[in-house]
């Protein structure tokens, strides 16, 4: 279809890509000072009130901050947490999911509405807290993976993806013999890789991005993952009365706040171009047949 | 190899429909022939069991006098004091302003935003923009708000921070912004919107797509201009999607999002930050009121589901059309 276009079209499709493109700059603009920011010296951050691009470039911030233990032992245990998380996080919902995809599963249906009603009504954070503790796991880094080791959401999804590959596959392997767990390891997986590879980044960014279970279960500050560690260097200032942080500690220099929120931010936007792949994808195969 | 497994198969369909004795048998066979499919099913089972129904069980404690030592079954019933200890008390009006005020304040806001946006980019011709625009208004949503407090932190620090300098100059006053209690809204609101909007018009944008072209070729033909035939086809054409998203939004109101809101609280501007979320945070997880705490949350997820069931029969009533 051409559309012909009038002059008021023409003005205000001018004006549209003019205040579009301002959006997308505005979105950038706060990671571009940050990053600026993180390769400048003190002077500079306090002098200059905005700059994308620093008069002195400096590594010291990285420097400081990869020369400190809690930094980074925040940072290890954040990667080690995320991976850890993720692939049992994987695991889980597809060993749950594959039989909840046959269709002539005994108990599937009583299986699938406990867990659509798991997903109306939850226990709520004291609840969840007492339980975590009582079963030993405050403190552990088992409490930032097991509490949401599944998510309904992404089980609904995975499941209905099963479903739709074709039965002849699984017929075909049945002949020659293979087991189930056979079928699922070696006819399914390999199927739906790009679908568990997406659901794996959500996963892992989920748990990289997680403060509240931190904040919830780890009150002893050598196991601080990495959100925990930016919100004590970037909050620690005059304003905080809301308690857990750290009395003895010191405020940081300015450089520091930028260097950790980069090095917080930067795995997110290495994926982040994998992530844009699939999520609309993803999400829309989701939310229609979900 | 083949045939048993289909006379199994058939003989299993046979077994499920006769009364109770035939079919308990039946299950044990099913149950046989499906036993690695049980195994494999048990370890996600045991999780929505412990970390799902184990807390929900747990909710019980809100009519009870936790004490740990006693623990959740060994404590005392004590009806609904909690709840009504709740209610008498003055934080209660003063966290349902604060969470309602800061929910109709993004639904006001944060929601038109989402949909305007979404109708400005799907006018755009010109899909190297089109695409770009969406790439980076996307990227906020997968930060945490850890990262978007510290950027908020950074940008608004007094006397240093950009936006300090530009906003106080703009309003001709020298306050600290991250502090004030007047200026708390204002941000978490502004926060939401660079967070999220992006990401919202992904669901507006496919609803769009659906609309039917044909309808613009005819109203181009009858001389409708780009506002009208947005006014008259498009957003009548995206309607239930904007309805669903409503209910949703609603049934969502009270769930305030913790970990912003924490983030954002400091000594000064509790006033106007306590909403329920970070309330049983801080009454039960620092102070260790473990009862009222989840009387409180159980109170606002009640309310919740109330929310989202009577926008629905609302919708349904007015338009016939809900989300369930």
Same mark, same amino acid.
């Given at each position: *279809?051409?559309?012909?276009?009038?002059?008021?079209?023409?003005?205000?499709?001018?004006?549209?890509?003019?205040?579009?493109?301002?959006?997308?700059?505005?979105?950038?603009?706060?990671?571009?000072?940050?990053?600026?920011?993180?390769?400048?010296?003190?002077?500079?951050?306090?002098?200059?009130? +905005?700059?994308?691009?620093?008069?002195?470039?400096?590594?010291?911030?990285?420097?400081?901050? +990869?020369?400190?233990?809690?930094?980074?032992?925040?940072?290890?245990?954040?990667?080690?947490?995320?991976?850890?998380?993720? /692939?049992?996080?994987?695991?889980?919902?597809?060993?749950?999911?594959?039989?909840?995809?046959?269709?002539?599963?005994?108990?599937?249906?009583?299986?699938?509405?406990?867990?659509?009603?798991?997903?109306?009504?939850?226990?709520? *954070?004291?609840?969840? +807290?007492?339980?975590?503790?009582?079963?030993?796991?405050?403190?552990?880094?088992?409490?930032?993976?097991?509490?949401?080791?599944?998510?309904?959401?992404?089980?609904?999804?995975?499941?209905?993806?099963?479903?739709?590959?074709?039965?002849?596959?699984?017929?075909?392997?049945?002949?020659?013999?293979?087991?189930?767990? #056979?079928?699922?390891?070696?006819?399914?997986?390999?199927?739906?890789?790009?679908?568990?590879?997406?659901?794996?980044?959500?996963?892992?960014?989920?748990?990289?991005?997680?403060?509240?279970?931190?904040?919830?279960?780890?009150?002893?500050?050598? *196991?601080?993952?990495?959100?925990?560690?930016?919100?004590?260097?970037?909050?620690?200032?005059?304003? /905080? #009365?809301?308690?857990?942080?750290?009395?003895?500690?010191?405020?940081?220099?300015?450089?520091?706040? +930028?260097?950790?929120?980069?090095?917080?931010?930067?795995?997110?936007?290495?994926?982040?171009?994998?992530?844009?792949?699939?999520?609309?994808?993803?999400?829309?195969?989701?939310?229609?047949?979900? | 190899?083949?045939?048993?497994?289909?006379?199994?198969?058939?003989?299993?369909?046979?077994?499920?429909?006769?009364? @109770?004795?035939?079919?308990?048998?039946?299950?044990?066979?099913? &149950?046989?022939?499906?036993? %690695?499919?049980?195994?494999?099913?048990?370890?996600?089972?045991?999780?929505?069991?412990?970390?799902?129904?184990?807390?929900?069980?747990?909710?019980?404690?809100?009519?009870?006098?936790?004490?740990?030592?006693?623990?959740?079954?060994?404590?005392?019933?004590?009806?609904?004091?909690?709840?009504?200890?709740?209610?008498?008390?003055?934080? &209660?009006?003063?966290?349902?302003?604060?969470?309602?005020?800061?929910?109709?304040?993004?639904?006001?806001?944060?929601?038109?935003?989402?949909?305007?946006?979404?109708?400005?980019?799907?006018?755009?011709?010109?899909?190297?923009?089109?695409?770009?625009?969406?790439?980076?208004?996307?990227?906020?949503?997968?930060?945490?708000?850890?990262?978007? @407090?510290?950027?908020?932190?950074?940008?608004?620090?007094?006397?240093?921070?950009?936006?300090?300098? $530009?906003?106080?100059?703009?309003?001709?006053?020298?306050?600290?912004?991250?502090?004030?209690?007047?200026?708390?809204?204002?941000?978490?609101?502004?926060?939401?919107?660079?967070?999220?909007?992006? %990401?919202?018009?992904?669901?507006?944008?496919?609803?769009?797509?659906?609309?039917?072209?044909?309808?613009?070729?005819?109203?181009?033909?009858?001389?409708?201009?780009?506002?009208?035939?947005?006014?008259?086809?498009?957003?009548?054409?995206?309607?239930?999607?904007?309805?669903?998203?409503?209910?949703? @939004?609603?049934?969502?109101?009270?769930?305030?999002?913790?970990?912003?809101?924490?983030?954002?609280?400091?000594?000064?501007?509790?006033?106007?930050?306590?909403?329920?979320?970070?309330?049983?945070?801080?009454?039960?997880?620092?102070?260790?009121?473990?009862?009222?705490?989840?009387?409180?949350?159980? &109170?606002?997820?009640?309310?919740?589901?109330?929310?989202?069931?009577?926008?629905? %029969?609302?919708?349904?009533?007015?338009?016939?059309?809900?989300? $369930?």
């Amino acid at each position: *279809m051409k559309i012909h276009n009038t002059r008021g079209g023409r003005v205000f499709d001018a004006a549209n890509y003019v205040f579009l493109s301002l959006v997308g700059i505005i979105t950038l603009l706060p990671f571009i000072y940050v990053l600026a920011g993180s390769f400048a010296n003190e002077a500079e951050i306090t002098r200059r009130a +905005f700059f994308v691009w620093p008069e002195q470039f400096t590594l010291s911030a990285y420097e400081y901050i +990869f020369s400190t233990p809690a930094f980074t032992k925040a940072l290890v245990t954040t990667v080690l947490v995320t991976l850890v998380g993720t /692939l049992i996080q994987l695991i889980l919902t597809v060993t749950m999911a594959y039989p909840l995809a046959k269709k002539n599963l005994r108990g599937r249906k009583l299986i699938m509405s406990l867990e659509v009603f798991a997903m109306v009504f939850s226990g709520g *954070m004291i609840p969840t +807290f007492l339980l975590v503790k009582d079963l030993g796991l405050l403190n552990t880094y088992w409490a930032l993976i097991l509490p949401a080791a599944i998510n309904p959401f992404s089980l609904i999804i995975i499941k209905n993806f099963f479903q739709e590959l074709p039965d002849e596959l699984e017929e075909s392997a049945k002949m020659d013999g293979a087991t189930e767990i #056979g079928i699922l390891w070696r006819i399914l997986l390999p199927l739906s890789k790009p679908v568990l590879a997406t659901f794996a980044l959500f996963y892992a960014v989920g748990i990289w991005n997680d403060f509240m279970s931190p904040l919830l279960y780890l009150s002893d500050n050598n *196991m601080w993952t990495l959100q925990m560690y930016l919100r004590q260097v970037t909050a620690a200032s005059d304003l /905080l #009365g809301t308690g857990n942080v750290d009395p003895s500690y010191i405020p940081p220099e300015q450089g520091i706040k +930028f260097a950790v929120i980069v090095v917080a931010t930067l795995p997110i936007l290495i994926f982040y171009p994998f992530l844009q792949k699939h999520f609309a994808k993803g999400m829309l195969i989701g939310s229609v047949k979900g | 190899m083949t045939a048993p497994v289909v006379e199994a198969k058939a003989s299993e369909r046979v077994a499920a429909k006769p009364p @109770a004795p035939r079919r308990r048998r039946g299950f044990a066979v099913h &149950f046989a022939h499906y036993k %690695w499919l049980y195994l494999l099913l048990l370890p996600g089972v045991l999780y929505f069991a412990v970390f799902r129904y184990g807390p929900m069980y747990g909710v019980s404690i809100a009519f009870k006098d936790y004490v740990p030592f006693l623990g959740v079954n060994g404590s005392p019933w004590v009806g609904v004091t909690n709840f009504t200890d709740f209610f008498a008390n003055p934080d &209660f009006p003063r966290l349902l302003g604060n969470t309602l005020i800061l929910a109709f304040l993004n639904l006001g806001i944060a929601f038109p935003l989402t949909i305007i946006l979404a109708l400005l980019l799907n006018e755009v011709r010109l899909s190297v923009l089109k695409r770009t625009v969406q790439t980076l208004v996307y990227i906020p949503h997968f930060l945490s708000w850890t990262i978007v @407090a510290s950027l908020s932190f950074l940008l608004f620090a007094l006397d240093i921070g950009p936006l300090f300098q $530009f906003v106080n100059g703009l309003f001709g006053t020298n306050v600290d912004i991250l502090s004030d209690p007047n200026w708390f809204r204002p941000l978490i609101v502004l926060q939401e919107i660079w967070k999220n909007t992006g %990401w919202g018009t992904i669901i507006f944008l496919a609803a769009l797509a659906t609309v039917d072209q044909d309808q613009y070729e005819a109203a181009i033909i009858d001389g409708a201009g780009r506002f009208r035939r947005v006014w008259h086809i498009t957003l009548p054409g995206i309607r239930s999607t904007i309805i669903v998203m409503l209910i949703l @939004a609603i049934g969502q109101m009270l769930n305030t999002g913790f970990e912003q809101i924490y983030l954002m609280t400091n000594a000064l501007n509790r006033s106007v930050a306590d909403v329920f979320d970070t309330y049983v945070y801080f009454v039960g997880i620092t102070q260790g009121a473990y009862s009222y705490s989840t009387a409180v949350g159980l &109170f606002k997820s009640l309310v919740g589901i109330v929310l989202i069931f009577g926008t629905n %029969w609302l919708s349904k009533r007015f338009n016939q059309s809900g989300l $369930f």
